[in-house]
């Protein structure tokens, strides 16, 4: 930090950070005689700001008529039919013409003159339309806006949506934004012309009465009044001189990108009429109303030049008003008539009446700056006025290569006489220049050796460069008065914690006393630079900042300190420089917020609502919110938003009492407007409830007690764990200590991010990073919590990231298995390893034995924890010991592989977590192989994400070479589970964060690839996910369960649907996974058994076989929970050979048997065919019904007869290719059928044929032995 500034910082941070963002406006209302006659032209403010959402654009308000009376009807105000509407942007100072203007016209349409009301009927009396025409270099280029419409003024609500009004559906907001015009003509102008809330306000009466200031108990004399809007957004590159976007900026600061705006109004002369010659002629148009920087017509020029300097423009304005402004009128009352020490005596012959207006007492200029300093001299500098400033320093080497050099504007700034010629007068007329001495103290060169007096007209740190003076050939003053804006100066985020109404000041500020900012005195882009008088923001409190200037603040900002530093001194923030600091004038906040948007100006208010009025007792009234409504300024006693409510504060909040959000109900800080980010203060309390919502804007999130963050409440505050936090401000956000430990649901809904800082934070349900990334870090760790019933967090990422380290947890769901048992694991993170499984009581094994001992399930210990690899299954068998030749167990430091499983025996009560940086986005795994053995193709995968999966979203799935289905395992006991298959819309398909799953490479295909992305997750938080249909199933479909007295059950699926076939179809089915648990069901078809069985779309009669297991004898339930669109035609019968039984399953669903056998291959079958179908009888009819698999068959295939072959005994003899009989068997024919089995693995492999003699007609079947 230089010596200049480093004995201020400490003292300077802690003084300027009580300085509140309080919108404080100014105006000129009113503020000439002749004007005053003529409100429908009188331009009462103009506002020119980088445009805070798009960067390219330059946004220009101009508010014509002032103390609009909402409900002064029935003829409201609107613009007037004969004057012209001016806002013109200069942006070369070396000609006298405007080098871009807009002009508007008005035109008035009377609509029903039959009625007295303003809308009727879907009519409008006085509506209003208008033209833009636009002029280049004082010449018109033609019309840009050819029938543009001036909104309605908010009469009400009868008026605006009523059937008796014009009957409009939406909102009048969306009736005035509609009325927003896109430009013609190339220049990419966006404009609005229509009534607003009129954001000037302030304590009238009082300033009026003599300045009669009451910051104690002041008075809005202007709440809810409206006024007239012409409000243009405009592209940078259209308002440079060389149509230079502003990417081409050299700097911040950059000289070619200063404008100056100032808007008009002009009336055309007198026409007169007579009887005898009729209409007289017309004099040209004369300007009668004019403003560019706020006040100058109210506070500086004096009542006798208002008229004049309205009717003249800034191009020939006159010389008296350079006078006005080097000795202003307010600078009478910021001084005294008996100056008290350390003030300096007054010249003789000087009046001075500060002590007659004491609301101004803070607000006393230098009148002895830096008196006693090396090189300055006994007396310093006066900027009373009369006195001589800095005229003295004319002529002298110590302006050469400033502002005040000769050769440069020194004769115009230093003037005998006329002190505010130096600061005051260049703010107005010229603009200020980046040079010495308007630079920053910062980096100034001391007066002498570790003094804190610096050389004022030494460089220093740049903060502002609008300089713009008008120097066209013959012209001898380079001043006019114009709002001036260096448009290359980058805005402010509106909620961001530096963000402040004092604009140029507070960046001056910054600038000297922040460690940010005031290291050295290299151009940096210093928070508020954007603001008054480098243009002026609508949050700009300009009354303040030029009464602030006009005591010397901005002088003390660039080194000339106040009276009371003394040699010796070693800090310029003085006891009255707090006092300047500290000034308020008392009306502090606006009656409405500011939109977050074009055109910013916010919506009028409705004639219909309370109007302002005398107030003898102030009454602080209870607030209850019930509905969603934004809760405008203002202090509340008590303020309790219940269950059912959703409050959005729109502006400050005092809170005297308790500020309490019930379970279920939201409170946002940010308010219906992103700009509107206050902190909610008062002597209260607060309570957010369990269930509750909390939306944090501000900078620094939430803290626990302190005047920090959102919630500022002297009292207690109570942040409950249980409940939600969003944070949603516009620049960088921290949580805040505030933030509990953990919380029920997190959510980032900030583009700028949201950061940790509360020693980190575990989530029971949802983090959502809705918009903008968390950072967290190993000191601010983020952790997703799991417990067995109440489900495990998620992380929903929408447009956004976790940047840093966080741990997901997975607990384990007991309710089949609560003891040791095979649980399926993936890794949601990218940078673990399996040793990382590890959990208290729970060591994983991973003994290397396994992988190459002849007998592996002998070795010990034996391992807990295994992968899958396709490669290792050699077995040609069809059979689950062959599918288990793929386990192999990996290595501790191997890394959990994305999208990869893992099966871990483990207890059901340990809870596994993983810490790493969290998967997002899309994942894919290649190279998936497939062998030449029955069980090859198995791939083991895993949920990558900390979320669970739906593969429903075929968005968010690719496969190349790989079936659709996907398999699930649940374990049941220690070594034994179930399997849950999905695919094409049948089963449940979700899969859980952090659980594995197989699916297969497809048949015929050597390698294939699998590939999520985050369209396929899961986004909602549910305890126990559960699957939702999108649309209700429209194919034929039956869902069958078998079961026993257990919980455990299995089920099977069978459907028909277009594009299917009888053999397998990756889209259509999914394998039966055998379930180690005993406990089997299936459908067969060929050689395959199924979990998932889709057939062609039915016709006629169709068998499909059934494969039960079970793990022990005894009686058994088969239910069809589904039986769906099979319409009156069709019967659906389960059929059981061993009993003869038919049931009939739309009239029975549930058919409860005893199983004899824990295998019974064709014991059950489902017949699918028309209610009234004649019974089969000839060979190739029967042909089609009988049933033989699998097929080709290896040691044994079973057989299954329908009873269309009647109650007759049936043989069956099977023939070798040379017509040898090889075996015979003769079958029992029930109402159900019959169903036998084969053994055939003495038999050569080869073709058979399978002869069935005894029914109606002989059936001949080929049967392949392998």
Known sequence: MLPAVAATAAVGLALWGQVQHTP?????????????????????????????????????????????????????????????????????????VDDITYRFTFTRTNEDPSTFFNIRLGKQNLKTTYVCEKLVDGVSVGNIVASGVVPPNNIGPRSINGGAGLGLTEPY?????????????????????????????????????????????????????????????????????????????????????????????????????????????SGAWVQVSRLGMPLTNEVINPIGSKDAWNAVTPYNEAAITDDYLSNPELGLYTADNAPVAPAA???????????????????????????????????????RNQANGLSGLAGSSLVTGTAFDPTLFGPYLLVP????????????????????????????????????????????????????????????????????????????????????????????????TDPRFNGDASLQNIPNMDGFPNGRRLEDAVDQIELKAVGGLVLAAVGLYFDDFMPGSTSGVTPKLVAELQFTSGVEVNDTTFRAEFPYVQTPWSGTGSASGPTNVVVIPDLIVSTAMPVEAGTYNNVTITRTGNASFNGPIVVNGILTVQTGGTLSTRGVLATNCLPITGPGSFVLQAGATLSICNSDGISASGATGAIQLAGSRSFAADANYEYNGLDAQTSGAGLPAQVRSLTVNNAAGLTLNNGGVRIVQTLALTNGNLTTSSAQLLTLLSTPTAGTALVVNT???????????????????????????????????????????????????????????????????????????????NSVAAFDQGFVVPLASDPMGLLTGYTVNIGANQVVDLNGTLNNGPISRSNLTRGSQPQSGWQFLGNPYP?????????????????????????????????????????????????????????????????????????????????????????????????????LIDEAYVYFEQGATPTFDARFDAYKLTNSSGLNLSSIIASDELSVN???????????????????????????????????????YLLDTETGARINLAEQPTYTFKAQALTMPGRFSLRFGPSAAPLANTAAALANQVQLFPNPAHSSFTLLLPAELGRVPVTARLYNQIGQLVTQRTLSVTAAGASAQFDVSGLAPGVYSLRLIGGPAPVVKRVVIE
């Open 24 to 96: 404080l406006e100014a105006s000129s209302h009113r503020e000439a005689p002749l004007i005053a006659d003529d409100p429908v032209a009188d331009n009462t403010d103009l506002y020119a700001f980088r445009d805070p959402k798009d960067a390219s654009r330059v946004v220009i308000i101009a508010n014509y008529i002032p103390f609009e009376l909402p409900h002064g009807g029935p003829n409201y105000s609107t613009f007037g039919e004969n004057v012209r509407y001016e806002v013109h942007v200069k942006n070369d100072g070396s000609t006298n």
């Open 345 to 383: 005596p007054k010249t003789a012959g000087q009046t001075f009446f500060g002590e007659a207006v004491p609301a101004l007492n803070a607000l006393r200029m230098q009148t002895k700056s830096l008196a006693g300093q090396p090189v300055i001299g006994p007396d310093g500098f006066d900027f």
């Open 799 to 877: 447009n956004g990231a976790v940047t840093g380290p966080a741990v997901m947890q997975r607990a384990i769901d007991p309710a089949f298995n609560a003891g040791l048992g095979y649980r399926h694991y993936s890794s949601p993170v990218s940078n673990t390893t399996l040793a990382d499984l590890a959990t208290p009581g729970f060591t994983p094994v991973f003994n290397q034995a396994y992988n190459t001992a002849a007998e592996p399930n002998n070795v010990t210990p034996f391992p807990t924890v295994f992968g899958y690899n396709q490669n290792r299954v050699v077995s040609a068998a």
């Open 173 to 281: 907001e969306t009736l005035r934004t509609n009325a927003i015009t896109m430009a013609t003509g190339g220049g990419g102008e966006k404009i609005l012309c229509a009534p607003s809330d009129d954001p000037f306000f302030a304590d009238l009466g009082a300033i009026f009465d003599l300045a009669g200031l009451r910051p104690g108990s002041a008075t809005d004399g202007l709440s809810r009044k409206n006024t007239h809007s012409i409000v243009l957004s405009i592209p940078i590159q259209t308002l440079q001189k060389t149509n230079q976007p502003v990417t081409a900026a050299a700097n911040i600061l950059d000289p070619n990108y200063v404008i100056g705006v100032w808007a008009s109004a002009s009336r055309p002369a007198m026409q007169t009429f007579s009887a005898a010659s009729g209409n007289g002629a």
């Open 1094 to 1132: 889709g057939l062609p779309m039915l016709v006629g009669t169709v068998t499909v076989p059934l494969n039960l297991t079970v793990p022990a004898t005894g009686s058994y339930t088969l239910n069809a929970v589904d039986l769906l669109n099979f319409g009156a035609g069709t019967l659906v």
């Open 417 to 512: 006489g006329k002190p505010r010629s130096a600061d005051i007068k260049p703010i107005f007329h010229t603009g200020v220049p980046n040079l010495p001495p308007y630079q920053l103290a910062t980096g100034k060169t001391p007066l002498s050796t570790g003094n804190a007096a610096v050389n004022p007209l030494s460089a220093g740190k740049p903060f502002i460069n609008n300089f713009l003076p008008l120097t066209a050939s013959g012209r001898s003053n380079p001043g006019g008065d114009m709002l001036r804006l260096n448009m290359a100066v980058p805005t402010t985020p509106r909620d961001s914690k530096d963000f402040s109404n004092q604009g140029l000041l507070q960046a001056a500020v910054l600038g000297l």
């Open 947 to 1047: 979320s669970p999966l739906d593969f429903s979203q075929t968005a968010g799935v690719t496969r190349t070479n790989v079936d659709d289905a996907v398999y699930v395992y649940q374990s049941t006991g220690q070594y034994v589970g179930q399997y849950r298959s999905y695919v094409n819309g049948v089963g449940n398909p979700l899969v859980s964060s952090m659980q594995g799953f197989f699916a297969r490479v497809s048949a015929g295909q050597t390698t294939g690839s699998f590939a999520l992305n985050n369209a396929a997750r899961v986004t909602t938080f549910a305890a126990a996910p559960s699957f939702n249909r999108g649309t209700s199933e429209t194919r034929p479909l039956v869902k069958l369960r078998l079961q026993n007295s257990s919980p």
